[in-house]
């Protein structure tokens, strides 16, 4: 018995259809998401990793409080931009559970140009929780 011509037409449409949208979920909403979590996963590496890199008042610059400085404004571009790709089904799940990675993005600006590890601390805390990461210093 054979299959008629219109069903392997159908099946071979079908498979296309389900294709193209297996494509498209993957491409538009599951690799944003990754990407989005793989930032904030470096943002949290970063902040352990660069932890002490804070002057005492009349200390100079250092390399590492130069690089946690650059590391910071990376983090910054880092998080909007992925922030802007995630899908809006994800944006609202974030803002349900209170994460703003805006104000995270903001204050990673803020903290670049923070010499100090008093002055320091309160944009840390903000930028904690505003991406959910807990307590990392």
């Not at 998080?79 to 104000?103: D, G, I, K, T």
């Not at 670049?112 to 805390?125: D, G, I, L």
């Amino acid at each position: 018995m054979t299959a008629s011509p219109y069903l392997e037409v159908w099946l071979f449409g079908g498979s296309l259809a389900v294709g193209a949208l297996g494509y498209l979920i993957v491409t538009f909403w599951c690799e944003p998401i990754l990407q989005f979590h793989r930032v904030r996963h470096q943002v949290t590496s970063d902040l352990i990793y660069f932890g002490n890199a804070f002057c005492t008042s009349g200390e100079n610059l250092d390399d590492a409080v130069m690089e946690r400085r650059r590391a910071n404004r990376r983090h910054a571009a880092d998080l909007v931009a992925s922030y802007q790709r995630l899908p809006f089904f994800y944006r609202s799940w974030l803002e349900h559970n209170e994460e703003n990675p805006s104000l995270a993005a903001s204050e990673f600006i803020g903290l670049s140009n923070t010499v100090n590890w008093p002055e320091a601390e309160p944009r840390v805390r903000t930028i904690e929780k505003a991406l959910g990461i807990g307590r990392v210093l």
